[in-house]
């Protein structure tokens, strides 16, 4: 290649690099969102950390870093609620950096929310960048900051720490780093149990990957260099299985690192409880949690239509499960990756399809992060004060909401 034709190629910038505006962004909808919390709690007579770091879930975490598993609480109605339905990686580096610095357990959970929160937002910047470039980037960022329960991102919860863990093993699997994606579908399977369609994305592009190089063994003269110019670079198509010349056998071991966060924990409580390898399955029973197909959701959104005020609710449900049906038809029309769109079937199913508390779904839903790639792509081709406006309206909305969610009912 010749000096000039080098001198015709911008260089882009390091991915750090381009991720600041939209972690500036990012933060700045989150302190905008702190903000009006304590605000909202000081007028009602509450404190915004008390909500944020020592209450719902959040409790349970602590409880678990302070004094270990084995805790239950039996109610009244024969229910017992076990610590062992919540998975270890939150509570251990709440541990940890209570070990390390004067912070108390609950800090501690607060600080790795917030951090873990950051790198979320860095994880979902570098998916989107590397699919549709830094601008989709910087909305798809800010869409996942706005959402309305987007205060849960900085609560002592592990809704952030999962978040991280999963978009950058998806970003691992999009730029052909097998075990590193292997590694944080494992730590994504330590801190929650949706870890699973983690692993699920990790072993479809990896089956994937390996049903292409078979093609392309088989098919000749396909046998492309994957040193030659192109084949590699942040603007090479990406379709979800693997840079191309990415040894097997890194591959493999990505794929076989993916399910032992998951698997070992479950086998762990299996054994601690005596219950084999399905007593994760009677613990989450005994929170009343468990997978029916989406039935006892569509009960609940059905009773909403007994009365005039809580039918406007049920129909307020029936509206984001289509959008969110609309949101998941539209990635695979646009062909999104197939490690995004098996990753974001199995949040949604488990989200949607779960017995749980109803109140829980919509954070159950914030790990979903590829549902706003489309909606990021539609701001991006935006004139900028068009853009700016939508998201600072929604920015200002989902402050609003957040308050006055953990505030009332929170999220259990």
Same mark, same amino acid.
């Given at each position: 290649?010749?000096?000039?034709?080098?001198?015709?190629?911008?260089?882009?910038?390091?991915?750090?690099?381009?991720?600041?505006?939209?972690?500036?962004?990012?933060?700045?909808?989150?302190?905008?969102?702190?903000?009006?919390?304590?605000?909202?709690?000081?007028?009602?007579?509450?404190?915004?950390?008390?909500?944020?770091?020592?209450?719902?879930?959040?409790?349970?975490? +602590?409880?678990?870093?302070?004094?270990?598993?084995?805790?239950?609480?039996?109610?009244?109605?024969?229910?017992?609620?076990?610590?062992?339905?919540?998975?270890?990686?939150?509570?251990?580096?709440?541990?940890?950096?209570?070990?390390? +610095?004067?912070?108390?357990?609950?800090?501690?959970?607060?600080?790795?929310?917030?951090?873990?929160?950051?790198?979320?937002?860095?994880?979902?910047?570098? #998916?989107?960048?590397?699919?549709?470039?830094?601008?989709?980037?910087?909305?798809?960022?800010?869409?996942?900051?706005?959402?309305?329960?987007?205060?849960?991102?900085?609560?002592?919860?592990?809704?952030?720490?999962?978040?991280?863990?999963?978009?950058?093993?998806?970003?691992? #699997?999009?730029?052909?780093?097998?075990?590193?994606?292997?590694?944080?579908?494992?730590?994504?399977?330590?801190?929650?149990?949706?870890?699973?369609?983690?692993?699920?994305?990790?072993?479809?592009?990896?089956?994937?990957?390996?049903?292409?190089? /078979?093609?392309?063994?088989?098919?000749?003269?396909?046998? /492309?260099?994957?040193?030659?110019?192109?084949?590699?670079?942040?603007?090479?198509?990406?379709?979800?299985?693997?840079?191309?010349?990415?040894?097997?056998?890194?591959?493999?071991?990505?794929?076989?690192?993916?399910?032992?966060?998951?698997?070992?924990?479950?086998?762990?409580?299996?054994? /601690?409880?005596?219950?084999?390898?399905?007593?994760?399955?009677?613990?989450?029973?005994?929170? /009343?949690?468990?997978?029916?197909?989406?039935?006892?959701?569509?009960?609940?959104?059905?009773?909403?239509?007994?009365?005039?005020?809580? @039918?406007?609710?049920?129909?307020?449900?029936? @509206?984001?499960?289509?959008?969110?049906?609309?949101?998941?038809?539209?990635?695979?029309?646009?062909?999104?990756?197939?490690?995004?769109?098996?990753? +974001?079937?199995? #949040?949604?199913?488990?989200?949607?399809?779960?017995?749980?508390?109803?109140?829980?779904?919509?954070?159950?839903?914030?790990?979903?992060?590829?549902?706003?790639?489309?909606?990021?792509?539609?701001?991006?081709?935006?004139?900028?004060?068009?853009?700016?406006?939508?998201?600072?309206?929604? @920015?200002?909305?989902?402050?609003?909401?957040? @308050?006055?969610?953990?505030?009332?009912?929170?999220?259990?």
């Amino acid at each position: 290649m010749s000096d000039l034709e080098t001198r015709a190629v911008p260089a882009r910038a390091p991915l750090p690099r381009r991720a600041v505006p939209a972690l500036l962004g990012y933060a700045a909808v989150r302190a905008l969102g702190l903000a009006v919390l304590a605000g909202w709690s000081a007028a009602r007579g509450k404190s915004a950390y008390t909500l944020l770091t020592a209450r719902w879930d959040s409790l349970w975490y +602590t409880g678990v870093a302070e004094l270990g598993y084995g805790y239950e609480l039996r109610l009244p109605n024969g229910d017992v609620h076990s610590n062992l339905a919540f998975f270890p990686l939150l509570p251990w580096l709440e541990r940890l950096l209570h070990a390390l +610095t004067p912070l108390s357990y609950a800090d501690a959970g607060f600080v790795v929310s917030l951090l873990a929160s950051l790198a979320a937002a860095a994880g979902i910047f570098a #998916v989107a960048d590397r699919l549709y470039g830094p601008r989709a980037g910087f909305f798809a960022v800010l869409l996942w900051a706005v959402l309305p329960v987007g205060i849960v991102q900085s609560m002592a919860y592990s809704e952030s720490l999962f978040t991280a863990l999963a978009a950058w093993s998806l970003y691992a #699997v999009l730029t052909g780093r097998w075990v590193s994606a292997g590694v944080l579908a494992a730590l994504a399977g330590l801190t929650r149990p949706v870890g699973a369609a983690v692993v699920a994305a990790v072993w479809t592009a990896g089956v994937i990957s390996f049903v292409r190089d /078979r093609g392309t063994r088989d098919a000749p003269g396909a046998h /492309r260099d994957a040193h030659a110019p192109g084949a590699h670079g942040p603007d090479a198509p990406s379709p979800g299985a693997s840079v191309p010349g990415a040894p097997a056998r890194r591959r493999l071991l990505g794929m076989l690192l993916a399910p032992l966060g998951a698997g070992g924990y479950v086998l762990w409580v299996g054994h /601690r409880t005596g219950a084999g390898p399905l007593g994760y399955l009677d613990v989450q029973a005994g929170w /009343r949690n468990g997978f029916d197909g989406g039935y006892a959701f569509a009960r609940f959104v059905a009773g909403r239509f007994t009365s005039f005020p809580s @039918a406007l609710a049920g129909l307020g449900l029936i @509206a984001g499960v289509a959008l969110l049906i609309w949101l998941y038809v539209t990635c695979v029309r646009r062909r999104q990756p197939a490690a995004l769109l098996v990753y +974001t079937g199995v #949040v949604l199913a488990l989200a949607l399809c779960a017995s749980s508390y109803f109140g829980s779904k919509p954070r159950l839903l914030l790990p979903a992060f590829p549902l706003l790639l489309p909606l990021a792509g539609a701001l991006a081709r935006r004139r900028p004060p068009v853009a700016a406006l939508v998201t600072a309206g929604l @920015a200002g909305a989902a402050a609003v909401y957040g @308050a006055f969610w953990l505030n009332g009912s929170g999220p259990p």
